[in-house]
């Protein structure tokens, strides 16, 4: 069942073209992927897709559908914790969590130390953080833009637990990363984007031949 997709859609910068014509459908309770080089255009369709520019073709949403989104870059105001950047996401969005059941699901995800100052953070620490943040606002839809990066091993294993639990939630996740293995191990899709343009849906082949296409497009 279709919870968001596009037709047509483009987005230039003054003359440069970044998204050429796009049309892709997701699914309620499926995980795509999104690759492409650097400059493909990805941070640029996630950013049309959370309605943060503007665009032309159309994005059509099944109504009431709450979209989130986790940038590539995660930024935090100095002299605020982990704790408190947490409840003032709830707070924006109108929801509120105890202090013993965040500390709950924090040690069931990804046991941040969060009355430290999140800005202290390392860079995968600060992926973390945000992601749980996205988490626990309970979106229908998830943007996830390369969050992989600047994560450690253990970090990484854990984002992709918790992305399969959203899965499982029968919500839907869209994620971009360079890792094409971990977008092979986890999606039921995925489409590669090159110089604005979708021009593969992968989805049952193996990840060698994923690779050699790439290699030859480029």
Known sequence: MEIIG??????????????????????QGKIY?????????KTTLFRCLTGLLPYEGTIRKRKEVKVGYLPAECYF?????????IEFCLKAYGEQLSRTRLDEINEEVFHL???RYASAYSTGMKKKLAFLALYLQHPDVYILDEPFNGVDLKGCILLKNLIRRIKEQQKTVIVSSHQLASLHELCDA???LCEGKIIKEFTSEPIEEIERFILESV
Do not use: Q, W
């Open 33 to 41: 992927g999104l690759a492409g080089e650097n400059g493909a255009g």
């Open 113 to 115: 130390p969060l009355d």
């Open 6 to 27: 596009m037709n047509n859609l483009s987005k230039s910068f003054g003359h440069l073209k970044v998204l050429d014509c796009i049309s892709l459908t997701y699914e």
């Open 77 to 85: 105001y100095s002299l605020i914790t982990a704790r408190e950047y």
């Open 190 to 192: 995925i489409h590669y």
